[in-house]
């Protein structure tokens, strides 16, 4: 026996990790500027397969990171930056503690500021990554922009963030990106589809935010400070792609007539501007002065079998597409004031409407309510005093729901005062077997283009499926008394029996039908139990699962329809009581 | 002057507001309480603001009120009334000039013309001498004014007396006879119209009525404007120090030395500045950095050699997205019953389905702001930076395809599908079968203590043997030459001939049994191991030969070559747990010397001489040529009941008590090959 023992923890996994109070003195930071870093530079930790070896034999709870990773760090010029920082602070600290006002002055003018463009081509190597990922940054920049001006966090980041979520939802208008809209009860949500990769993201509802104390907003503000940088850069890009110059300028037609309007409402023209691009009501300033581009078309190559069917289910998709894009194409909308202005002018200019607003509401409205050819105003309240013979007078959800449902709905359901159907979410795509609410079969005929059935129809049906329900009670009554004489028959029969004292008795064999079909379904049910039973261990545990979430999974659908039956029924007992 | 007055007024107009028409003149006369004085404006201050709107007849009566506490001398009425160059004689030997103003302005108003300042400066030479004079009339004006010579005293002092005081020449001041009482009082102020202006002066317990001068002067300081009806608050300002240069210097100073020659402080600062910017400790001002916020192209030039270093990266998953239950206006199925809603309560936020209770609103108005919005994007964050991630497979497999592909029944016929013989005649539980190499016979042992032997085909019992013991096991010798079997009786094992077989068969195994008969010197093993003919009813019954073990035996099995078997005798204690017998030398022998757990069963290989012992978790292989042991067979059971193997001598199963079958390749490993349950 020779050669030299081998130490523990000295190979292997224990040293492809590092614990976090480790790479921090490792990088020679504090904790906050640690975690800024990460948050800058994507680092998370990693869950070791091996807890105990990584952690030397402790079972102690910890946090690890990637060893390679903090070696990655360690090469960031941003942590010389945070170190300098750090100095400058003391340095503020020390002249304003000597009262050294002219130190002061110098020191602020040399504040060490850094940049991230190198984090974001670094973390995201290409456009495509960059879109990939850009959802946190919208639902983050949309958010800040709704914050108050108050403490939480720096001016010029939500001035920035409304910036850039603006100059975003401009691109979406101008590219006619937007795909799906739903208002839940957390906010609307938005899908588009830019360069081919669907983008969700949440806005929240024009309130003013209740901050909770529970939250840290500096973790928020330094992923705000990344996505910022993120997205200004894929809006450039965006724009550029599609022509436009960044930053987005208003075309000088529509520029001139709202200079006209709203000259004296504002003082500072670099703030109306903003303002008059956050209107989303007028078009965008292209490089080239181009007129409207071609549409593309696919190009068509000889293809044979199977190719050339998927290659029709592409092209109908594509044709549908159109349309969709297309739907309020020559419908002039009028948004009143009680309405989500942004979200409304958003949606209807993202598919070809024109929209407008009341002067007072908002910079950049484009015409009044009197013009004449309006052809829907969406109110949001029981009833309007001054109606217009020739427009319709709708509900905000009847524009998300055509969106939605790809074409334009009747309006009849979105009357006012009436009550509105149920706004489902266009993210759901139900599979086989799962449960579909009837509002949704509903909109699936209409896309197919049947005729929705009249409403007289449906009483109809109503009042004979009522019918049929008594008849049905009638039936089980007879089968009830049927019963009930078979009962007495035979309790007179036993009665006559016991008179008797007979104990033996003679009853007739039946004779057992066979059902070959059953037969079958039983055998091959028999099989199949063998077969399971014949299974390996990891492979029945697996299919035991599998088949315990399609049960879940059908329970759960039995149960929605279920209660969606009993709440039909009650509103039919409801309406009947009504009527009477 | 002018600055007095300005600071005056304001003052003095404080306290009209409590009644107190006080001059200047007095206050300075006052210095000791000056200090309690302005705390006391402070508050008059704070009343004025209350009781602005005040008139005139209030005020006059409050007037009284104060008199009495405060015991104002009388020519604080008249002296603060008559003129405001009247002030005390400092300020007037200080600023002649001023008073002369004041003086001046006092003439204007009682011409009631309006006169300008050019005229004023013209006629200011003349006017001068004349005032000088009317300064002395006034100083003795002052001391005539002295009716009464009590002084300042507090005039309560003179209540029970008859008079108030003194005048000049010594003699009492007397009371008016009559005291006015309240309705004298009421009578007058009903009566008399001059009334709100009458003041009670104290010291010469007379009534005063004030003229209309007076009284114009009271409402105006009342108003916080200046005694002076012709005073202008708003005059231009003189600037003393202009944009213009002036010829003249404003001093005449000489210039300082310090002015001509370099100031060492200043020298010794810039150096130590040269210094610091020399080192480095001072750096020059930073170009402001226009790129900082400034966006452009950033992925001009793509280029994938930078993903390569990403490898272990896992881009975050994204936030599932929203179903129909988080809908503003959802459909009905999809809210909550009551249950579902108590459920939801009382669940661990972690254990819910859904992080929110599905609510419905009748209209997009009135729909609130999400209360948790920037808990969930706080939470989302610190998901993105805190937690590990890890990549799950998802399988995505059809559960039918994991279902194996058997044959069907049908397709391994046949196979026996009914029971078609039973073999009836035991009484006790049966141990043990075996069938004889032709085919045509079946032994089977019981607990009953007898030994049958069957026609297999018919069923029919062809002998009983009574061992006297529960029979626990039997076989049947393999070859098939010889016609014998093997009995476990107790802790003796027999050999039996049935003798249901050919002539020549018969003659074979007779001849095996009685050939050896040479006595060999007794070894050790044939201490413990007992070998006896039998005779009598036992020889009937065709019990041959009885091998006496030391314990009792629970296994017996042949050789195929039907010379040898071997007997178990389980025991965890000792090694003489297996013994192999030599029938045709009635030879025993112990193969093992030592003790490897305890042994289950024992058997021959078919063809070679390798020999399997089962312990309790494992198969021993033992080549009985080498005297070694070849193999050790896992069979993952834990304990095993009983061993067989194939008749080609590849494949051994073993049977376990916890219902396992282990299924060993001998040729691929020694692991199980399959287990079957």
Redesign the interface.
């Known amino acids: 026996m020779g050669g030299l023992q081998k130490k523990k923890y000295e190979r292997g996994s224990a040293t492809n990790y590092i614990t976090r109070n480790r790479a921090r003195k490792k990088l020679m930071l504090s904790l906050p500027d640690f975690r800024r870093l990460c948050i800058l530079k994507g680092i998370y930790p990693h869950e070791p397969k091996h807890k105990k070896k990584v952690n030397k034999g402790s079972t102690a709870p910890r946090t690890f990171y990637l060893l390679k990773d903090i070696r990655f760090l360690l090469h960031e010029p941003i942590v010389s930056k945070f170190r300098e920082y750090k100095i400058f602070v003391r340095k503020l600290k020390r002249a304003y503690g000597k009262t050294e006002w002219s130190a002061v002055e110098r020191l602020k003018e040399n504040k060490p500021a850094y940049k991230l463009d190198h984090i974001v081509k670094e973390r995201y190597p290409t456009f495509i990554d960059a879109l990939r990922d850009i959802e946190d940054a919208l639902c983050m920049c949309f958010l800040f922009s709704t914050f108050a001006r108050t403490g939480k966090c720096h001016v010029q980041t939500i001035q920035l963030c409304r910036r850039l979520t603006v100059e975003w939802m401009n691109y979406v208008i101008v590219s006619r990106a937007l795909r799906k809209v739903f208002l839940s009860i957390k906010g609307i949500y938005y899908q588009a589809e830019v360069m081919g990769q669907l983008i969700t993201w949440l806005v929240p509802y024009q309130f003013s935010h209740d901050h909770p104390t529970d939250v840290d907003y500096r973790v928020m503000a330094t992923f705000t400070e990344l996505y910022t940088t993120l997205l200004g850069f894929v809006n450039f890009r965006l724009y550029q792609s599609l022509n436009l110059v960044y930053p987005p300028k208003l075309d000088s037609k529509s520029e001139l007539e709202l200079k006209e309007e709203n000259e004296d409402n504002y003082a500072m023209n670099s703030e109306s501007y903003l303002e008059k691009l956050s209107a989303l009501s007028s078009s965008l300033a292209r490089v080239v002065s181009s007129e409207e581009e071609e549409e593309a078309k696919l190009d068509q190559f000889p293809v044979e079998g199977e190719d050339m069917e998927k290659m029709e289910a592409r092209e109908k998709e594509q044709k549908l597409l159109e349309t969709q894009k297309k739907i309020f194409e020559g419908l002039k909308f009028f948004v009143n004031r009680e309405v989500p202005r942004e979200s409304l002018a958003f949606v209807v200019r993202c598919f070809g409407g024109q929209v407008s607003w009341d002067k007072s509401v908002c910079i950049g409205s484009t015409y009044d309510v009197t013009d004449e050819t309006i052809t829907h105003q969406i109110v949001d309240r029981p009833n309007v005093d001054r109606q217009y013979i020739n427009r319709y007078y709708i509900q905000p959800q009847w524009v998300y729901d055509c969106v939605n449902a790809k074409i334009l709905l009747p309006v009849e359901d979105y009357f006012l005062g009436v009550t509105l159907p149920p706004h489902l979410s266009p993210f759901v795509e139900e599979k086989e077997g799962d449960y579909v609410p009837p509002e949704k079969l509903k909109i699936m005929a209409l896309q197919r283009g049947e005729k929705p059935a009249q409403q007289d129809e449906e009483e109809e049906e109503e009042e004979e499926e009522e019918e049929e329900d008594e008849d049905e009670e009638e039936e089980e009554n007879e089968e009830e008394e049927e019963e009930a004489e078979e009962k007495n028959l035979k309790k007179m029969e036993e009665q006559r029996s016991q008179g008797k004292s007979l104990q033996v008795k003679v009853t007739p064999g039946k004779v057992k039908a066979e059902n070959p079909a059953r037969l079958e379904l039983e055998e091959k049910a028999e099989e199949k139990r063998l077969a399971i039973m014949m299974m390996k261990k990891k492979e029945k545990y697996l299919y035991d699962k599998i088949m315990f979430g399609k049960k879940r999974k059908v329970r759960e659908a039995n149960k929605l329809a279920a209660k969606r039956k009993a709440h039909d029924d009650a509103e039919k007992a409801k309406k009947k009581k009504s009527r009477k | 002057m002018m600055v007095s007055l300005k600071t005056c007024f304001p003052r003095g107009s404080m306290e009209a507001s409590r009644g107190n028409v006080q001059s200047a003149e007095q206050r300075a006369g006052m210095k000791k309480t000056k200090k309690t004085d302005k705390k006391r404006s402070k508050q008059d201050e704070e009343d004025e603001e209350e009781d602005q709107p005040f008139d005139l007849n209030s005020k006059a009566m409050e007037e009284d009120e104060d008199d009495d506490d405060l015991s104002d001398s009388e020519d604080s009425v008249y002296s603060g009334l008559e003129d405001s160059g009247s002030d005390s004689e400092k300020e007037e030997e200080e600023e002649e000039g001023g008073s002369d103003d004041a003086d001046e302005d006092e003439q204007d108003q009682s011409e009631q013309s309006p006169v300008k300042e050019s005229k004023k400066k013209e006629g200011a030479g003349e006017e001068k001498e004349m005032k000088k004079e009317d300064e002395y009339d006034h100083d003795t004006s002052d001391e005539e004014d002295i009716r009464n010579t009590v002084g300042n005293i507090p005039m309560e002092w003179y209540k029970d007396f008859p008079h108030v005081g003194y005048n000049l020449d010594g003699k009492k001041i007397y009371k008016p006879i009559r005291n006015k009482d309240e309705l004298d009082d009421f009578l007058e102020k009903m009566e008399n119209p001059d009334y709100w202006k009458t003041v009670h002066d104290k010291k010469t317990s007379s009534d005063i009525v004030l003229s209309d001068e007076q009284i114009e002067l009271v409402n105006r300081l009342q108003r916080g404007q200046f005694g002076d009806v012709n005073f202008n608050e708003y005059e231009p300002t003189v600037e003393f120090f202009s944009k213009d240069v002036l010829i003249h210097p404003v001093t005449n100073r000489p210039a300082d030395k310090r002015s001509f020659i370099p100031s060492l402080i200043e020298k010794e600062k810039v150096s130590k500045l040269v210094h610091a910017i020399k080192m480095g400790w001072?750096?020059p001002?930073?170009v402001e950095?226009d790129?900082?916020?400034r966006?452009?192209?950033?992925?001009a030039s793509?280029?994938?050699s930078?993903?390569a270093?990403?490898k272990?990266?896992l881009?975050?998953p994204?936030?599932p997205?929203?179903?129909?239950e988080?809908?503003?206006?959802?459909?009905?199925?999809?809210m909550f019953?009551d249950e579902e809603k108590a459920l939801w309560e009382q669940q661990d936020p972690s254990d819910r389905r859904l992080p929110?209770v599905?609510?419905k609103?009748?209209?997009?108005?009135q729909?609130?702001?999400?209360?948790?919005?920037?808990?969930?994007?706080?939470e989302?964050?610190?998901d993105?930076?805190?937690?590990?991630?890890?990549r799950k497979m998802r399988?995505n497999?059809n559960?039918e395809d994991?279902?194996?592909?058997?044959p069907?029944?049908k397709d391994l016929q046949p196979f026996p599908t009914t029971q078609s013989l039973v073999y009836r005649g035991h009484s006790g539980l049966v141990r043990s079968i075996s069938v004889s190499p032709s085919g045509q016979w079946l032994v089977s042992g019981s607990d009953d203590g007898s030994v049958r032997l069957w026609e297999v085909c018919s069923s029919r019992c062809m002998k009983t043997v009574q061992v006297g013991g529960a029979v626990k096991s039997v076989a049947w010798n393999p070859n098939p030459s010889l016609c014998l079997v093997a009995v476990a009786v107790d802790s003796a094992v027999l050999i039996l001939s049935p003798a249901l077989a050919d002539k020549q068969v018969l003659l074979s195994s007779e001849r095996l049994l009685t050939t050896q008969q040479e006595e060999e010197e007794p070894s050790e093993e044939s201490q413990t191991v007992v070998w006896s003919e039998t005779d009598g009813e036992e020889l009937n019954q065709g019990i041959r030969l009885k091998i006496q073990h030391p314990k009792a035996v629970h296994q017996v099995t042949w050789h195929s070559k039907g010379d040898y078997l071997a007997s178990v005798m389980p025991d965890h204690s000792s090694h003489l747990q297996v013994f192999i017998h030599q029938l045709s030398r009635r030879r025993s022998q112990n193969p093992f010397r030592r003790n490897k757990g305890l042994v289950q069963a024992v058997s021959f290989h078919p063809i070679r001489p390798y020999f399997f012992v089962a312990t309790q978790r494992s198969v021993r292989i033992y080549n009985l040529v080498k005297q070694e042991m070849t193999k050790k067979l896992q069979a993952n059971s834990k304990w095993i009941s009983s061993i067989a193997v194939h008749s080609g001598g590849d494949h051994v199963i073993c049977g376990s008590y916890d219902c396992r079958l282990s299924w060993f390749d001998l040729d691929l490993s020694t692991k199980p090959y399959k287990m079957l349950?």
């Open positions: 001072i750096k001002r930073r950095d790129s900082r916020g966006f452009y192209d950033l992925w793509e280029n994938s930078i993903l270093k990403h272990m990266h881009p975050a994204k936030i997205l929203p179903g129909h988080e809908s503003y206006n959802p459909p009905p199925e999809y019953t929110f599905p609510k609103y009748p209209s997009l108005r729909v609130p702001a999400f209360s948790q919005f920037i808990h969930e994007r706080f989302r964050c610190l993105l930076y805190l937690c590990p991630r890890q399988v497999v559960p994991l279902i194996p592909k058997l069907k029944p349950r």
